[in-house]
């Protein structure tokens, strides 16, 4: 199973459910929102480090076993999938336990502009949170979607401001140059 599974992350508001749902059309493949994989993983990785005094008691050997157990039992339903995708916020802060675990995994760390999740973020705090949810009319009957142009609710400045955090647009004032893919003419300089 461990060479079937992929990984999803990014900052909230980013597009996971959409890409979810988009996997989730391939019958091959099996995709969801966040689950508790993500939180299992962490919950196991300290009950396992030297905060917990019966972690003496583990072997470095028994530690990647006990935390496959967690994907493992918890894609045993899918596991004649061809590639699962499980999503969760924090495995970017764990790349490097996703590939001593999954060492052909992929991450697909998806991106937006940050002024536009702020953005986002807002419109739904201004919600009153006993709101019947919009995201289906009727039963089986889906509301259209696509890019609808719109203006932000943010004031100008913190927009202009959020906006510059999209370090993927300006590789200049940030070492994300490590982790983005160059443009070609840049490669060969």
């Not at 196991?44 to 039992?73: G, Y």
């Not at 675990?101 to 697909?108: A, D, E, M």
Request: glycine share 4%; with cysteine; proline share 6%.
């Amino acid at each position: 199973m461990t060479s079937k599974i992929h990984f999803i992350s990014g900052l909230p508001r980013f597009g996971s459910t959409l890409l979810g749902a988009l996997l989730r059309q391939n019958p091959r493949f099996h995709a969801s929102i966040t689950n508790p994989v993500g939180s299992l993983v962490s919950q196991m990785l300290e009950a396992m480090s030297e905060d917990n005094e019966f972690s003496v008691l583990i072997t470095p050997e028994q530690k990647p076993a006990l935390t496959l157990t967690i994907f493992s039992t918890f894609y045993k339903p899918q596991a004649q999938k061809e590639a699962i995708f499980d999503t969760n916020r924090l495995w970017c802060g764990k790349l490097s336990l996703i590939q001593e675990l999954f060492p052909g995994s992929k991450v697909i760390c998806c991106v937006r502009n940050v002024a536009w999740i702020m953005d986002s973020i807002e419109r739904l705090i201004r919600k009153n949170a006993f709101d019947v949810s919009r995201m289906f009319n009727n039963l089986g009957e889906r509301p259209k979607i696509e890019f609808q142009p719109r203006l932000t609710i943010l004031p100008p400045d913190l927009f202009t401001q959020y906006d510059g955090l999209s370090f993927w647009k300006n590789l200049s004032n940030s070492l994300a140059n490590v982790i983005v893919a160059q443009p070609v003419e840049a490669v060969s300089k």
